[in-house]
């Protein structure tokens, strides 16, 4: 596994659903950078099922930093951090063990890992490890607040609905059919300066859509107008330029804030889909991989009837880790405390 992102500022997962606890490890910060415990607290929240709206699993989130803070600030040795795994329910996952689940990660992973993976919960593949994303990104986003820096993740729509009271009947609609839906996010990040962006294989396009696509259940990425340019002409396309007292501006941004896989200093603009939760509880057609024959599936267990307004933290987060990567390869890693 790779479980490692990053090249001035990594960041490392681990953990499974339903092991004694999931964490990161976080490599390449500074000393000096305060660490508020109530913020990554809040972000923790954010992430959390709140509602009918998503699984009726309840993880405290009770985390603890084991090291790279003291006092309340970093000390520039790598940071760890775990959270515990409390509100197990593993025998739900008993049939899912040789029953793969459509659309999930189930039948890849066992191919990739030879039958050993932890199957319950999903294991290492369960969306549960993205809280350990949302805590080490939260001890790096306030250092990169303080620098003007600032990225923020909201929903476009689900379900096909933009409004919130009608995305949120389509998701209890599906709850109580035994299916899901999907929806979009969209970030924005303001405040990154022109010039950062490393081509031709480590740009910012290149760098924000590995990182992303590694959220669970995040089937496509676009910068900009994205798969619209398809229908523009040059000149509706293209983001003219002007002079606003010393900085290089542009009229629209749909580029999104990249050129040539380099920041131009405009907000950085991409929206990501994130496909229906795959464990449902309608029946399936599926294999069992033990007796290697056909059959069928109707998933027991908790699970979202939808994950978008839970992932938006998420890829908020891993954006925001992925931008401090960058900026600390072009300044230092020093930067982030001055």
């Not at 003291?70 to 040795?77: A, L, S």
């Not at 740009?203 to 910068?223: D, N, Q, R, W, Y």
């Not at 908790?302 to 880790?321: F, G």
């Amino acid at each position: 596994m790779k479980n490692t992102i990053g090249n001035s500022l990594t960041v490392t997962l681990f953990g499974e659903s339903h092991g004694k606890a999931i964490g990161a490890v976080i490599d390449g910060m500074p000393s000096g950078i305060a660490v508020d415990d109530e913020y990554i607290a809040s972000q923790l929240t954010r992430r959390r099922p709140q509602d009918a709206l998503s699984t009726p699993r309840q993880e405290k989130d009770e985390y603890t930093i084991l090291s790279g803070v003291f006092e309340g600030k970093t000390t520039g040795t790598p940071i760890c951090i775990t959270i515990p795994n409390a509100d197990t329910h593993s025998s739900d996952y008993g049939e899912m063990q040789y029953k793969m689940r459509p659309s999930h990660a189930d039948f890849t992973a066992n191919c990739r890992y030879n039958g050993f993976q932890d199957y319950r919960g999903g294991g290492h593949f369960s969306g549960r490890i993205t809280a350990a994303l949302v805590a080490a990104a939260a001890c790096v986003m306030p250092a990169l607040a303080k620098k003007g820096i600032c990225v923020n993740t909201n929903i476009l729509n689900i379900a096909g609905e933009t409004q919130e009271e009608k995305w949120k009947e389509k998701i209890l609609a599906a709850k109580a059919d035994g299916d899901s839906v999907g929806g979009t996010l969209q970030t924005v990040v303001i405040g990154v300066p022109a010039g950062v962006g490393e081509p031709w294989f480590d740009t910012v396009e290149g760098m924000l859509s590995h990182a992303i696509f590694s959220v669970p259940a995040v089937k496509g990425i676009e910068f900009g107008l994205g798969f619209d340019f398809a229908d523009k002409t040059g000149i509706e396309a293209n983001d003219q330029m002007y002079v606003d007292s010393d900085t290089v501006k542009c009229y629209t941004n749909n580029n999104g804030g990249v050129l040539g896989g380099i920041t131009n200093g405009m907000p950085i603009v991409f929206n990501a889909v994130i496909k229906p939760t795959p464990t449902i509880g309608k029946e399936q057609k599926t294999v069992d991989i033990n007796t290697m024959q056909n059959t069928t599936l109707a998933a027991r267990g908790r699970h979202d009837p939808c994950i978008v307004h839970r992932a938006a933290v998420v890829v908020e987060s891993v954006t925001a880790l992925v931008v401090a990567d960058m900026l600390t390869q072009k300044f230092g890693t020093d930067w982030l405390a001055k």
